[in-house]
């Protein structure tokens, strides 16, 4: 297996720190906000990897931190009127609602920051003791010059960071490139005692510590989006290999950017997506299945009509899971005269050494740097293939030919333990119509036609037939809200 490492800049062969063990931290959100579908995209993916390394037989210990203190926290508390860790806590049960819809298994263990105080300040501690920051009025900071690889994870030099970087301008720093790790108190904001005064960790020193405590130094994957890469992850190594002595993390993995209309997904473009809106008008495995679609590495564009293509992507594999399921319904009758069992299957170039080969191939694609996209094209050419054989069959099967359907069946399964894009029952059969087995899904993809039949309404200029529409829901109990971001609608009532 290969992963593509950043620190190196090229796929190396994966070889963790313990044989048959797997350590893996995964940076999670600031809790300020509902997710938006740029956290969704590690969430998903980092999620695969972890299923994918289980599937392959390591045992792995994966680690997804909450930031529940920060600037981002304590400013949306203040417009709230809430306090800022009960303002983290509510954003932390609604993460987990999201994470739960997209089929997001929960991590080992979700550290908080607001629990790992007394680790944060040891290991700032240490760094002071070490020469490598310094204390100014209750600030501490870490000075950069001070470690010699500063910058070898975004390749970038000390003096092309100081001439491009954008810093808060502090005289009272060394270097306009060292960083907090420990912040004095404000009037009004969450602080607890430390031996510089009462405080709040920096952002940076909060991942290095719990990472560290749970993992160990030299631990195997450490994961995030590639705005991580400069200054937060770069800033972790800094701080951590300055405490340790030792190699913080072998491999970093980084997934590419959310694009809408190829420009990056960010709030001051106005391309802003929450999970939860999205959610509102496509089903989750859609949104999932769309998310896997595109290689990590790669920016990934998002507008509805590529999420509703994957939606067609997802049904022709549902559809061949539902012809499969029907023909291991059909009565066994071991003489039965049936094309498939006494002729196609046995050839040499069987149907069941098909699978064998779908298999292979399957795992070939995640073992080349977790290439879903190819993983997810392999589902497709087994349903075609599915397709084809089970059209062959007869009202009756045979002995064999139930066999190598549910060998069919099992390899789906296999792909779906990977990807995660069905969830399964207690007995393990894949689920098409929803977790809840109710008619939610159904009613979204409706809604959300129908507000795409709107829509091309209003682009023709035809405010009749978008009028009624919005009426003739609204009468229904379903109101439409027309926002720069797009169409959103809820439950009246």
């Given at each position: 297996m290969e992963i593509y490492n950043t620190l190196t800049r090229r796929k190396e062969t994966f070889q963790p720190r313990e044989p048959g063990n797997v350590y893996v931290y995964v940076c999670g959100p600031t809790t300020y906000n509902y997710i938006h579908l740029g956290n969704a995209r590690p969430l998903v993916f980092f999620d695969t990897v972890r299923r994918y390394l289980a599937w392959?037989?390591?045992?792995?210990?994966?680690?997804?931190?909450?930031?529940?203190?920060?600037?981002?926290i304590i400013n949306r508390a203040a417009e709230e009127n809430l306090d800022p860790l009960?303002?983290?806590?509510?954003?932390?049960?609604?993460?987990?609602?999201?994470?739960?819809?997209?089929?997001?298994?929960?991590?080992?263990?979700?550290?908080?920051?607001?629990?790992?105080?007394?680790?944060?300040?040891?290991?700032?501690?240490?760094?002071?003791?070490?020469?490598?920051?310094?204390?100014?009025?209750?600030?501490?900071?870490?000075?950069?010059?001070?470690?010699?690889?500063?910058?070898?994870?975004?390749?970038?030099?000390?003096?092309?960071?100081?001439?491009?970087?954008?810093?808060?301008?502090?005289?009272?720093?060394?270097?306009?490139?060292?960083?907090?790790?420990?912040?004095?108190?404000?009037?009004?904001e969450p602080s607890w005692e430390s031996p510089w005064g009462p405080g709040r960790p920096g952002w940076h020193i909060e991942c290095s510590a719990m990472s560290l405590k749970y993992l160990g130094p030299n631990f195997d994957i450490h994961g995030g989006g590639f705005d991580l890469i400069f200054p937060h992850h770069e800033n972790e190594i800094a701080q951590s290999e300055a405490t340790t002595g030792e190699q913080f993390v072998r491999y970093?993995?980084?997934?590419?950017?959310?694009?809408?209309?190829?420009?990056?997904?960010?709030?001051?473009?106005?391309?802003?997506?929450?999970?939860?809106?999205?959610?509102?008008?496509?089903?989750?495995?859609?949104?999932?299945?769309?998310?896997?679609?595109?290689?990590?590495?790669?920016?990934?564009?998002?507008?509805?009509?590529?999420?509703?293509?994957?939606?067609?992507?997802?049904?022709?594999?549902?559809?061949?899971?539902r012809l499969l399921s029907e023909a291991l319904a059909k009565p066994v009758q071991e003489n039965a005269k049936?094309?498939?069992?006494?002729?196609?299957?046995?050839?040499?170039?069987?149907?069941?050494?098909?699978?064998?080969?779908?298999?292979?191939?399957?795992?070939?694609?995640?073992?080349?740097?977790?290439?879903?996209?190819?993983?997810i094209g392999i589902n497709f050419d087994l349903a075609r293939d599915v397709n084809s054989a089970v059209q062959r069959l007869a009202e009756t099967v045979s002995g064999a030919d139930r066999a190598v359907l549910q060998k069919a069946m099992d390899l789906f399964k296999i792909f779906n333990e990977v990807l995660g894009i069905f969830k399964v029952d207690d007995k393990g059969v894949i689920l098409l119509e929803g977790a809840a087995g109710d008619s939610s899904d159904l009613v979204e993809g409706l809604v959300g036609l129908i507000i795409e039949v709107r829509q091309e309404s209003r682009k023709k200029k035809d405010w009749g037939t978008a009028d009624r529409i919005r009426d003739g829901l609204k009468e229904l109990g379903i109101v439409l809200e027309d926002t720069p971001q797009g169409v959103r609608w809820k439950k009246q009532g």
């Amino acid at each position: 297996m290969e992963i593509y490492n950043t620190l190196t800049r090229r796929k190396e062969t994966f070889q963790p720190r313990e044989p048959g063990n797997v350590y893996v931290y995964v940076c999670g959100p600031t809790t300020y906000n509902y997710i938006h579908l740029g956290n969704a995209r590690p969430l998903v993916f980092f999620d695969t990897v972890r299923r994918y390394l289980a599937w392959k037989g390591y045992n792995v210990l994966y680690i997804q931190n909450f930031t529940d203190v920060d600037d981002k926290i304590i400013n949306r508390a203040a417009e709230e009127n809430l306090d800022p860790l009960e303002l983290a806590r509510i954003y932390i049960k609604e993460y987990f609602k999201d994470a739960d819809a997209l089929n997001v298994r929960r991590a080992d263990m979700h550290p908080v920051v607001t629990e790992h105080i007394e680790e944060i300040i040891g290991m700032v501690e240490k760094l002071v003791g070490n020469g490598s920051a310094y204390v100014v009025d209750g600030d501490v900071y870490f000075e950069v010059r001070k470690f010699a690889g500063y910058g070898k994870l975004s390749g970038r030099t000390l003096d092309d960071m100081q001439a491009g970087a954008r810093v808060e301008v502090d005289a009272r720093k060394r270097d306009p490139l060292d960083f907090v790790l420990w912040k004095a108190a404000k009037p009004g904001e969450p602080s607890w005692e430390s031996p510089w005064g009462p405080g709040r960790p920096g952002w940076h020193i909060e991942c290095s510590a719990m990472s560290l405590k749970y993992l160990g130094p030299n631990f195997d994957i450490h994961g995030g989006g590639f705005d991580l890469i400069f200054p937060h992850h770069e800033n972790e190594i800094a701080q951590s290999e300055a405490t340790t002595g030792e190699q913080f993390v072998r491999y970093w993995v980084h997934n590419g950017f959310i694009t809408v209309n190829e420009e990056k997904m960010s709030k001051s473009l106005g391309n802003f997506f929450l999970v939860r809106d999205i959610l509102a008008k496509f089903p989750p495995e859609t949104v999932r299945f769309f998310l896997l679609s595109t290689h990590y590495r790669s920016p990934l564009d998002f507008d509805d009509e590529k999420l509703a293509a994957a939606g067609r992507g997802l049904e022709r594999i549902k559809t061949s899971i539902r012809l499969l399921s029907e023909a291991l319904a059909k009565p066994v009758q071991e003489n039965a005269k049936t094309l498939i069992a006494g002729s196609v299957i046995n050839k040499d170039q069987s149907f069941e050494m098909r699978l064998d080969e779908l298999k292979d191939s399957f795992e070939a694609a995640m073992d080349d740097d977790f290439n879903t996209a190819l993983a997810i094209g392999i589902n497709f050419d087994l349903a075609r293939d599915v397709n084809s054989a089970v059209q062959r069959l007869a009202e009756t099967v045979s002995g064999a030919d139930r066999a190598v359907l549910q060998k069919a069946m099992d390899l789906f399964k296999i792909f779906n333990e990977v990807l995660g894009i069905f969830k399964v029952d207690d007995k393990g059969v894949i689920l098409l119509e929803g977790a809840a087995g109710d008619s939610s899904d159904l009613v979204e993809g409706l809604v959300g036609l129908i507000i795409e039949v709107r829509q091309e309404s209003r682009k023709k200029k035809d405010w009749g037939t978008a009028d009624r529409i919005r009426d003739g829901l609204k009468e229904l109990g379903i109101v439409l809200e027309d926002t720069p971001q797009g169409v959103r609608w809820k439950k009246q009532g």
